[in-house]
DNA sequence: TATCGTATTCTTTTT
DNA sequence: GAATACGATA
């Protein structure tokens, strides 16, 4: 089977990586641990498949979970193929779904042209829905419904499939209820919402036996990234298009699975060889990135979590030697924002280049200190994932606007631009019109229609109004086929008024609007037709303006797994904020080890430097509050990180005074060293002496019982918050 | 019908 | 503290 000598592809690759590439049939497992080439295992592997002639481009179905992911590997499919590759199967979950929703539509219901809601369209739908069957939204948030359908499709629950058992907790049972009616409405408005595209996808492929198996003759191998985040619907789907020929290879890594909130079940990697008989495992433990310190940091962190598969990183770079990991603690947040400053600009004089430089947080609001930051220094930056471009309110308009051309029944499209700009159409035309079309069954603008030909339900301006906009839709519709949909679309936003609304706007933001909506139209030119475009638009909502600049990035923890970077700054490690409060009281001791993979994520991004801060006091909301070190802090192995900051000063405190009594005792009472000022709230000095299963009281969260004591902080379950982590002298006995 | 003021929520993470 | 949502008022 193996040839004497191996095409110089498979020659580059290390044993273990080999092993991956060439083992082609039957179902594999490839374990990969941070930095150990796993996107070139998935692009080798693609491509090996083709030279050895087992299967044509067109034949492999290669499923990652971001754009940037499918973006990446398609085009190093073609680099290592020598041209570009057209036909292929490879996308997102999401994206691969739509394309074979739009040949299947038919089977749920759905036509061909439907359209891919987003997440706010989502929330108005459901508002609605859940208005008309009068649930109490003060009690039951839209927002907590929309979750519990969501779960539901991630699971691959259609209506009809949740039991009423699983229907108890949330608005006293009715929320199965809301769910039929939900997607009833979706059906009505040809619409599909994300979670639908796979949820649709796999109930076609669970009852039509007949599009199944065109399936499996047309995948003969599957190829899946970013395996510990599918969640069970995409599991599913994956096991049955993989359920004849078997070749399905699952690349991931369990200690990176971090998007349980959004249903990625991490017993989906840790179950492979149960799910697929005769599974092969190979493990890729060769680091190519990072120094040795940051490894056994990131190594002796993460070995806190328990169930996990068990890898065992060892660093393959020829010179693994580098700086330990750096803990800094600090006064307070803006005092850590300036340190991050400065070390940037230090290492910018030492000759790194700002691309390679990123700062991680957990939330997004936190990277707002560090911009603030960055501008009063100078230091170009980029926020990646923020505020993005087609979530702008001027391009979300535009966009309702091209999906009512495209698609006249998009009532939702429709209600955001029918008095968009003002056209004098208020709450009473539009009840007028709500009521027509739900008597007659009829999409929103066909009402529309109708009340513009009749001659009794609307007068006046309101009238002329309506007639001019139905007008116009059927003009720039006729014309969309001679003149092209960039030239219409712009015809369309200047004789709507749209674009006059924002001419007439004094606010200094207009300006900037007007420049997105000719960005937009530059960005429509690039696809052949308007319903391309909506898709596209629907489906890869990212806005990656020039990654090469050099620029200093600023973003969540999420969004930088898979990425890496020479210097990472990894702020605000405090209790509370990471690991997330909110986080640890929804989901426990699950969650805590979920939040301790994304501190790992964050601590491999780093190839040379990591610097871990946190500080004394922030400002959350209006009022400032005080923190402790996040317990990940402590779970460092010490050997492999270097402090500074007040924490040095405190254990080198402790180290040069040393107690005799063991554990927390005399220890506790130290000093806090971090000043400037006292502390805000009554601190007594370390009482020290409480000891788990005790019962105590905190001002502001009540009574609790002590989990856990770790020298001077204790876990404690309290009665009505939840379960914190708060240092002893915040409390007191009960 | 539109605008202004107040109340409320938000800060997890995304296709 | 800001952005949004909603209700009262012109």
Not at 66 to 79: C, G, I, L, P, Y
Not at 245 to 264: E, F, T
Not at 700 to 729: C, H, M, N, P, W
């Amino acid at each position: 089977m193996q040839s004497p000598s191996p095409p110089d592809y498979i020659a580059r690759l290390n044993p273990e990586q080999r092993a991956a590439v060439e083992a082609l049939d039957g179902p594999l497992l490839v374990l990969a641990g941070a930095g150990t080439g796993k996107t070139r295992v998935l692009t080798t592997r693609f491509a090996h498949l083709l030279m050895t002639g087992r299967a044509k481009p067109w034949e492999v179905l290669s499923v990652t979970f971001t754009n940037k992911a499918s973006r990446e590997m398609r085009e190093r499919v073609s680099a290592i193929l020598g041209r570009p590759v057209e036909g292929l199967w490879l996308g997102t979950f999401h994206a691969l779904c739509a394309r074979m929703l739009r040949r299947h539509a038919a089977l749920v219901g759905l036509q061909t042209n439907f359209t891919i809601l987003d997440a706010d369209d989502q929330l108005r739908l459901l508002k609605q829905v859940m208005e008309a069957a009068r649930i109490d939204a003060k009690r039951w948030p839209p927002q907590g419904t929309m979750g519990v359908i969501q779960r539901w499709k991630d699971r691959g629950l259609t209506p009809e499939r949740v039991t009423a058992a699983e229907d108890t907790d949330w608005a006293g049972g009715a929320a199965r209820g809301l769910y039929r009616d939900y997607q009833r409405r979706l059906v009505e408005l040809n619409a599909a919402d994300f979670g639908d595209l796979l949820l649709h996808v796999t109930e076609i492929l669970r009852t039509h036996p007949d599009v199944l198996a065109e399936y499996h003759r047309g995948f003969r191998y599957i190829l899946v990234d970013e395996y510990q985040d599918t969640n069970l619907v995409q599991y599913l789907w994956l096991r049955l298009l993989a359920q004849s020929h078997k070749n399905i290879c699952c690349v991931g890594d369990d200690d990176q699975s971090i998007y349980s909130w959004r249903g990625a079940e991490i017993e989906n990697i840790l179950r492979f060889e149960k799910d697929f008989a005769g599974a092969k495992i190979v493990r890729l433990e060769s680091n190519y990135r990072s120094t040795a310190p940051i490894l056994a940091a990131a190594s002796g962190l993460i070995a806190h979590n328990t169930g996990r598969l068990g890898k065992t990183l060892r660093s393959g770079l020829a010179n693994a030697e580098g700086e330990r990991v750096h803990v800094v603690s600090l006064w307070d947040s803006e005092e850590e924002a300036r340190m991050v400053g400065s070390r940037i600009e230090e290492a910018r004089r030492n000759g790194t280049s700002l691309a390679e430089i990123a700062v991680l947080v957990r939330a997004g609001f936190q990277t707002r200190a560090f911009e603030e930051r960055m501008i009063a220094l100078g230091i170009p930056y980029r926020v990646v994932g923020g505020a993005k471009f087609y979530e702008r309110a001027e391009i979300r308009d535009a966009m309702a606007y091209l999906r009512v051309l495209n698609q006249p029944a998009d009532d939702l499209a429709f209600e955001r631009i029918v008095n968009t700009p003002k056209r004098g159409l208020g709450d009473t035309a539009m009840r007028a019109m709500q009521a027509i079309a739900r008597e007659q069954r009829l999409p929103l603008s066909s009402a529309a229609q109708i009340m513009v030909e009749g001659s009794d339900t609307l007068r006046g301006k309101a009238r002329s109004a309506l007639t001019e906009l139905m007008h116009g839709f059927a003009r720039w519709r006729a014309a969309l086929d001679s003149e092209g949909h960039v030239v219409v679309a712009a015809t369309l936003l200047d004789e709507s008024g749209y674009t006059d609304m924002w001419k007439q706007d004094r606010s200094p933001e207009a300006p900037g609007r007007l420049e997105n909506l000719k960005e937009l139209l530059r960005a429509m030119a690039e696809f052949q037709t308007l319903a391309g475009f909506l898709d596209h638009v629907a489906l890869v909502m990212d806005n990656d303006a020039d990654p090469d600049a050099a620029r200093v990035s600023l973003m969540t923890l999420h969004a930088a797994k898979g990425l890496e970077f020479d210097m990472v700054f990894l702020p605000g490690w405090e209790e509370g904020l990471f690991p997330s409060q909110r986080s640890l009281d929804e989901g426990g001791e699950k969650a805590l080890e979920e939040e301790r993979r994304l501190a790992y994520v964050g601590i491999t991004r780093a190839r040379r430097v990591a610097v871990i801060s946190h500080a004394a006091n922030r400002r959350i909301y209006a009022n400032w509050t005080n923190s402790i070190p996040s317990r990940f802090i402590d779970e460092l192995p010490e050997d492999h990180i270097q402090r500074a900051g007040a924490a040095a000063q405190e254990r080198a405190r402790m180290i040069n005074a040393p107690s005799v009594f063991a554990g927390g005792g005399l220890m506790a009472r130290r000093p806090r060293v971090i000043e400037p000022g006292a502390w805000e709230v009554k601190e007594r000095p370390s009482a020290g002496g409480f000891t788990a299963g005790e019962r105590v009281f905190h001002q502001k969260f009540g009574y609790g019982r002590i989990l856990r004591v770790d020298d001077d902080k204790l876990d404690i379950a309290f009665e009505k918050s939840g379960e914190k982590r708060l240092l002893d002298r915040f409390v007191e006995k009960a």
